[in-house]
């Protein structure tokens, strides 16, 4: 059975850090490119960052680039995402996504709160 299982959200205030895991079961984690989505209310869910199979390569959303950083660890099946200077405007539910050819799974998401 796949699983994706996001934690590590919550309330932080504006200028403040979280980092988000993303534990993997049911699937070969290191053949999959995985990506950090997220989706604020009355918005579109977008692609805030990508890491590729092996971590050497990344990407970024214009809105999160120098503030978030996107790793992966093989060994233990887990995605992470470090947010650094968050904003109110980060405020959203964060989902991951493995993806491999058309098959693509998602978590649950975990909701990132940037309030004082």
């Known amino acids: 059975q796949v699983q994706l299982v996001e934690s590590g959200g919550g309330l932080v205030q504006p200028g403040g850090s979280l980092r988000l895991s993303c534990a993997a079961s049911?699937?070969?984690?290191?053949?999959?490119?995985m990506n950090w989505y997220r989706q604020a209310p009355g918005k579109e869910r977008e692609l805030v960052a990508s890491?590729?199979?092996?971590?050497?390569?990344?990407n970024y959303g214009d809105s999160v680039k120098g503030r978030f950083t996107i790793s992966r660890d093989n060994a233990k099946n887990t995605l992470y995402l470090q947010m650094n200077s968050l904003k109110p405007e980060d405020t959203a539910v964060y989902y991951c996504k493995a993806r491999s050819g058309n098959t693509n799974y998602w978590g649950q998401g975990t909701q990132v709160t940037v309030s004082s």
């Open positions: 049911g699937f070969t984690f290191s053949t999959y490119v």
């Open positions: 890491i590729s199979t092996t971590g050497r390569t990344t």
